[in-house]
C-alpha cells in the first residue's frame, strides 16, 4: 500500500475516534462533552452541521498533561499529526536541527575560504576547490556542534502531539474557500519572441520577404532607441511617431507562487443555561490559550503556539462535499459580549456572545493535494 494511502488511512481513523467519542456523548479517548456549543449539537435536527476544531500542541510545552481550564490537557500517542503535507514534515525536527547545522557550517567554511582568497587576491582553481573543501569540513562541523548540543541537552527537537481536547461548534456561516496564485508578467523582448516562435497570430506562411523587413525594422528602432536614450534626445520617440508602430516586446506571464489560504469562522452564543455559559466561556479560552505562544523555562525563547486540524461534519460522518483543511495556525481572534446592546444575566454572564476567528494553513496546495480533496 502506498504511503499517502495509509496517511489518510490513519486520518480516517482518527476521525471515527472523534465520531464514536461524539455518538457517545463524550465517552471516548477525545473530550468534547464541556466543550460543544449548542449542548444539543448533533441530536436536534436543526444542528446536525458542526465543525470540529482538533488541537496539536508542542511537544516541550510544559502544560502538557497539565489542568488547563477545568480539564486535563492530555496528550494521545496513537494519533499522526501533519503528515503528508507540502511542507517540511513536523516530525522530523531533529533532522531539520542537524540541517541547520551542516547549512550553517557549510557557509562558514565557504565565507572564510573566500575571505582568504580575496586577502590575498588570488582567485585560482586550486584556491576555488580549496573554499570548496572549507565548506565540507565546516559542514561536518557543524552537524558534530549539533550533535554534541542535543547530547548536553542544550537544544532540544519538538514534535507535535494531538490532546484530547476537541471544540465542536455548530456550522453558523457558510463554509467559504478561497484559492489563490500569482504570476508575474516578464518581457521575452524581440529578438527572444522570434526565435522562441513569434506569437500565436503569426502566420508562419508569410512570405520570408515580409519577416525580413519586419526584423529589419526592428533592428533600426532599437539602433535608434538605443542612441537617443545614450544621448537623452527624441529620436526614439520620434522614429515611433512616424511609423505609428511600437516594438512588441513579447510580455508573458510567468508563474510565481501559491497563497496560503485562509479561513474565516463567525460563530454566535447564545447560553440557554448556567452550564452552557461555563462551556462557551471555556471555549473562548481553549482558542485564546493555543493560539499563543509560551515562554520557555529562562524566558529566553518564545515556543511556538500551537496549530489546528478542522473538519467538517454532517450528522454522524465528515461532510466531503467541503473542501479539506489543513493543519492551520489561528492567526486572528475577536470576541465581543452582550449583543447590539450590552446585557447579561442576573450572575453577570452576557445573553450573547459573538466569536470570529481567522485561521492560516501552513502548506501550499498542489494538484497531488488538490486530488486528495484539499
Known sequence: MALPQLQEDFRDKDTQDFLTTFKNKGTGKYNIKNLSYPENLGKDP??????????NVRGKSKFNNQTVFGSPQTTLDNVQVGVG????????????ILAAGVVGGAQIGGASGLLSNALEGKFSPAKIASTVAKSAIGAAAGAAAIKGAEALGAIEPDTLKRISDVITLHIQDKPSTNYSVNYQDKEIGTLGGLLAGGTSMTDMTESMRDIGKDVGQ??????VAAVSTAFGGPAGNLLELGTKQKTNSFREQFFESVDFRTFNFRHTFMPRSQLEGENI????NLFKF?????????????????????????????NTYFDKISSCVLEDMSVDYGGDIFSTFDD????????????KELELLTKDRITQGY
Do not use: C, W
Request: glycine share 6%; net charge neutral; charged share 25%.
Open 46 to 55: 436543526d444542528v446536525q452541521h458542526y465543525v470540529a476544531f482538533f488541537i
Open 85 to 96: 503535507q507540502n511542507r517540511l514534515d513536523p516530525n522530523r525536527t531533529g533532522d531539520q
Open 218 to 223: 526592428a533592428g533600426i528602432t532599437a539602433l
Open 281 to 284: 466561556k471555556r471555549i473562548l
Open 290 to 318: 493555543h493560539m499563543h505562544p509560551e515562554l520557555s523555562k529562562a524566558g529566553l525563547f518564545y515556543i511556538y503556539p500551537s496549530e489546528f486540524e478542522i473538519k467538517y461534519f454532517y450528522r454522524d460522518k465528515e
Open 348 to 359: 453577570g454572564n452576557p445573553v450573547e456572545i459573538n466569536l470570529t476567528l481567522k485561521f
